[in-house]
């Protein structure tokens, strides 16, 4: 069955044009208002489960313990899986980066004669542009992912590592269906569901190919998991012939039983559920022919600067993400942005801190400075990444790196410095700085000129008044009255 042609292949990403997009997103009401509906949902369920666990604190702990053994081992879970995984059948794949993955995954399509390649919601296949380098080829993959598809129809990227249509309303679905596919204008959310739904399900039998991705993999056993709640990834991995499975080398967990404290983890933090609605378990293909599932099963271990941050002792936890989604919902900055503004496939608190380490620093330069280091982020990720602190740890690495920039800025933050180390000429800087400051909050024409003629409080008034500094200190009030 042929779908509608798509723009997938044209989506452009750029990190770097953060602060462009995101005050575009900000005169986006329709989004913002998408945004807020969707994340607050999300916000409230969480909360509500979450107060049937009592030992959630100690849950998250767990989770971040294994996840930090995981990693610190990680080429020895690595090679514990292959072997586990090629005894039960399953062929493994290595790719260094995007290209060499999707070459494995051209090569796979060009063996199995394959033009209709079903897929299941993976952010690495986003990561590596796969659909655009399957559509060069002249294949066609589709999305089975309801939201997936409603992005692929409108040639977007995702907005959200869970929830990739969150941008779109119901009314703005609806829009694009009738201009896409040719419905009715106003259908509602269950007949919008109907329209998806017959319109997939000729291409699940169609296809040679069904690729999904990899939430956890168990060294132990060689066996993978994918999780969902449409049922679209146990039909695209079970009916098509061959079955690809794609992975961060990251997705590694040591144990069969350490599932257990992720199954609790992951649903509870992305949507606010106990359990996820499908959990499909793969260890290998099907032994004979009455079974049920694929002849083969392929894993591809994609690397593309994972190895890198491996390396770093402060990113390295970055790695422990589980794809969960929760720090996008309280955000604050993207919960007012969305995840477009970010030019990049991961957006949010976690995309902030992985787009620089796989993209290198220079294609993503805002984005470690796209946080108002509230904390929230870390407060509810489920293995304790201190986002945070990563955040300052890569404005850091930028200001190594590109030491051109902002002139300006580094002189002022290192005149701060120096007063910040002397009591003495700190109380004789704020003596001396405080009658300027009040002049630069005043309306006057004199205060028009003084922001006008710094940068940095040109660019900050843009949007947003100066506050005017009180005429008395708060240590001048304070030593007063003690004495």
Not at 447 to 465: C, D, I, S, Y
Request: hydrophobic share 40%.
């Amino acid at each position: 069955m042929k779908l509608p042609e798509t723009a997938s292949n044209m989506a452009h990403l750029n990190a770097n044009a953060f602060g462009a997009a995101a005050r575009a997103a900000l005169e986006d009401q329709p989004l913002r208002s998408a945004l807020a509906k969707a994340t607050d949902t999300f916000a409230d369920r969480r909360g509500r489960v979450l107060d049937e666990m009592p030992a959630w604190e100690e849950l998250r702990t767990h989770g971040n313990a294994i996840k930090a053994e995981a990693l610190s081992r990680l080429d020895h879970h690595l090679a514990h899986f292959v072997r586990e995984a090629e005894a039960r059948g399953t062929k493994v794949h290595f790719a260094r980066n995007r290209a060499e993955a999707c070459q494995v995954v051209e090569g796979l399509a060009d063996r199995l004669g394959a033009r209709t390649i079903v897929k299941s919601k993976s952010m690495v296949t986003e990561e590596i542009g796969l659909n655009a380098a399957l559509e060069a080829r002249g294949l066609e993959p589709v999305e089975t992912d309801l939201g997936e598809w409603i992005v692929q129809l409108a040639g977007e990227t995702p907005s959200h590592i869970i929830v990739p249509a969150i941008h779109k309303s119901k009314d703005e679905i609806a829009r694009l269906f009738q201009e896409k596919l040719g419905t009715d204008g106003d259908l509602d959310a269950e007949e919008l569901t109907a329209v998806a739904r017959k319109i997939l399900r000729g291409t699940y039998l169609e296809a040679e190919l069904g690729i999904s991705g990899v939430n956890f993999a168990i060294a132990e056993t060689g066996s993978f998991l994918v999780l969902e709640n449409e049922g679209n990834a146990r039909l695209s991995t079970s009916l098509p012939r061959v079955h690809l499975a794609v992975m961060g080398l990251e997705k590694l967990l040591p144990r069969w039983q350490d599932l257990e404290t992720f199954l609790r983890l992951l649903p509870r933090s992305g949507t606010g559920q106990h359990l996820t609605s499908y959990q499909s378990i793969f260890t290998g293909p099907k032994q004979s022919p009455e079974d049920e599932g694929p002849d083969e099963v392929h894993v591809l271990i994609l690397d593309n600067g994972r190895s890198a941050v491996l390396e770093d002792d402060v990113a390295r936890e970055t790695l422990a993400c589980i794809r969960c989604g929760a720090c996008l919902n309280v955000c604050p900055v993207y919960r007012q942005v969305g995840g477009h503004a970010y030019g990049s496939v991961y957006p949010g608190p976690i995309g902030a801190i992985v787009t620089p380490q796989l993209v290198g620093t220079e294609s993503a330069v805002p984005l470690p400075s796209a946080s108002s280091l509230c904390g929230a982020c870390r407060d509810v990720c489920p293995v304790k990444i201190d986002i945070p602190r990563i955040l300052l740890h890569l404005r850091g690495k930028v200001v190594e790196r590109m030491p051109t920039r902002a002139p300006l800025e580094r002189l002022g933050f290192r005149m701060w410095s120096l007063a910040a180390r002397s009591p003495r000429a700190w109380r004789i800087a704020t003596r001396v700085g405080r009658p300027l400051a009040r002049l630069a909050a005043s309306p006057s024409g004199v205060g028009r000129l003084a922001r006008r003629l710094v940068p940095p409080l040109q660019g900050w008034t843009h949007g947003r008044a100066l506050p005017r500094a009180a005429k008395v200190s708060f240590r001048e009030r304070y030593a007063r009255r003690e004495a």
